[in-house]
């Protein structure tokens, strides 16, 4: 009866990770800090931790969606996913989704107080570019760039939240990520791509993150997305990513 109690909580847990494809959030963090150095801030800032959070709220609200929004097609192309499981029923991942956009809006707005309406702008714009790809990303030739639109804002939002401003870096830094996470989203689009072609993709997020740093001599942020590269690739083989 103890041990049936104690499994029970784990496997909630492990559909909540599974619904929120953890696997990849070390790629989100490592926007967060190239957003700030792009921005000529430093990724030490105090500020960072609360943006982490921001944002690893944005990233698992938007994943809750985008399995809620497409519960339908999951149940005949991918029946062993949480909700045509019938492990958790959509509209508690939708109340949930919802509710971790809400919250990181006002982490990000907190962090931003006193640098104008940039931060919050940007948090609600990021909101709204994830719940727009998560309803409409299927069958959608656009789709792939609502998806780039969606980091890219990682970028923009950090930097605004911790300066205040954006300048031409941020906007060249996005631009690079943008045309990356639409490439790999095209390619993964592909009957013929693996999965693990894919979720190799989806690591190299950090890997780019790390050379923009890079160019902006911020070494040890580079460090930071490096490791963060492989703690991505290991935590995909225990935790679906795609």
Request: with cysteine.
């Amino acid at each position: 009866m103890g041990v049936e109690r104690m499994r029970m909580p784990l496997d909630r847990v492990n559909v909540y990770l599974r619904l929120g494809r953890v696997s990849n959030l070390p790629t989100v963090w490592t926007n967060t800090l190239t957003g700030i150095v792009l921005a000529g801030e430093s990724f030490r800032s105090i500020q960072v931790p609360a943006l982490i959070v921001a944002f690893t709220l944005f990233y698992t609200g938007g994943m809750f969606l985008n399995d809620a929004c497409d519960r339908d097609i999951d149940r005949r192309e991918r029946p062993d996913r949480p909700i045509p499981a019938g492990l958790i029923t959509a509209t508690t991942v939708f109340m949930m989704g919802y509710g971790m956009m809400g919250l990181a809006i006002i982490v990000v707005i907190g962090v931003g107080l006193g640098k104008g309406w940039g931060p919050g702008a940007s948090a609600v714009a990021l909101a709204i570019a994830v719940i727009s790809y998560d309803a409409y990303h299927k069958h959608n030739p656009f789709g792939p760039w609502m998806m780039a639109l969606c980091r890219a804002f990682v970028y923009v939002t950090s930097a605004a939240a911790v300066s205040g401003h954006i300048n031409a870096a941020v906007m060249a830094g996005a631009a690079a990520l943008s045309g990356y996470v639409a490439g790999l989203t095209y390619f993964a689009k592909r009957r013929s791509a693996s999965a693990g072609t894919v979720a190799g993709l989806i690591a190299g997020i950090s890997l780019l993150d790390a050379v923009l740093m890079a160019g902006r001599g911020a070494f040890g942020g580079t460090g930071i997305a490096v490791l963060a590269f492989l703690l991505t690739r290991r935590w995909q083989r225990s935790i679906q990513g795609t």
